[in-house]
Nanobody
Framework: QVQLVESGGGLVQAGGSLTLSCAAS????????TGWYRQAPGKQREFVAR???????NYADSVKGRFTISRDNPKNTVYLQMNSLKPEDTAVYYC????????WGQGTQVTVSS
């Protein structure tokens, strides 16, 4: 079993920054992919960024150049550094770990005021 705990969400003004953390515990494989998704009110959950064990990353077009995903393998923690935040980035952000199955965290709210 795997547990994911997100933290770091909050309220920030447009143009500001936040860093989200996702700490994984349990039966973590050496090879996996960890990503961030978000869901705004009334919208479907959408992909934001992903990092795989080898360090390869990919991003949604809407966040490229503003968000950076990274991981600390010894700590089993993945980070999402979010810069130049926009009101349209407002959403609940979910951490996802994909190995033998998909695991999700409980989500953390990010609100960007204009």
């Amino acid at each position: 079993q795997v547990q994911l705990v997100e933290s770091g969400g909050g309220l920030v003004q447009a143009g500001g920054s936040l860093t989200l953390s996702c700490a994984a515990s349990g039966d973590i494989f050496s090879m996996n992919a960890t990503g961030w998704y978000r869901q705004a009110p009334g919208k479907q959950r959408e992909f934001v960024a992903r990092i795989i064990s080898g360090g390869y990353t990919n991003y949604a077009d809407s966040v490229k150049g503003r968000f950076t995903i990274s991981r600390d393998n010894p700590k089993n923690t993945v980070y999402l550094q979010m810069n130049s935040l926009k009101p349209e980035d407002t959403a609940v952000y979910y951490c996802n770990l994909h190995q033998n199955a998909d695991y999700w965290g409980q989500g953390t709210q990010v609100t960007v005021s204009s």
